[in-house]
């Protein structure tokens, strides 16, 4: 299964820098959000979009060609 990942901020890092912060992966069928984070070595309090819309279950079952932004999570107070 293969997706478009974006990667936003300082999360950009995880990828190369001539990458700019997008990638085409290339994961398992079945895999879901926690897996990705998990393969990205990515911590779990992040902002995730899946074609466009918000998605805060990490349980979610990715499908190919989908396209994943993450985000880091920003708190304020």
């Given at each position: 299964?293969?997706?478009?990942?974006?990667?936003?901020?300082?999360?950009?890092?995880?990828?190369?820098?001539?990458?700019?912060?997008q990638a085409t992966l290339d994961l398992h069928?079945?895999?879901t959000l926690d897996d990705l984070l998990a393969?990205?070595?990515?911590?779990?309090?992040?902002?995730?979009?899946?074609?466009?819309?918000?998605?805060?279950?990490?349980?979610?079952?990715?499908?190919?060609?989908?396209?994943?932004?993450?985000?880091?999570?920003?708190?304020?107070?």
């Amino acid at each position: 299964m293969v997706i478009t990942l974006k990667l936003y901020s300082t999360l950009r890092e995880k990828l190369p820098p001539e990458a700019r912060g997008q990638a085409t992966l290339d994961l398992h069928d079945g895999a879901t959000l926690d897996d990705l984070l998990a393969h990205l070595d990515l911590p779990k309090r992040v902002v995730i979009s899946v074609n466009d819309e918000h998605e805060p279950d990490l349980t979610r079952r990715l499908n190919s060609g989908d396209l994943v932004r993450i985000f880091s999570a920003v708190g304020g107070g």
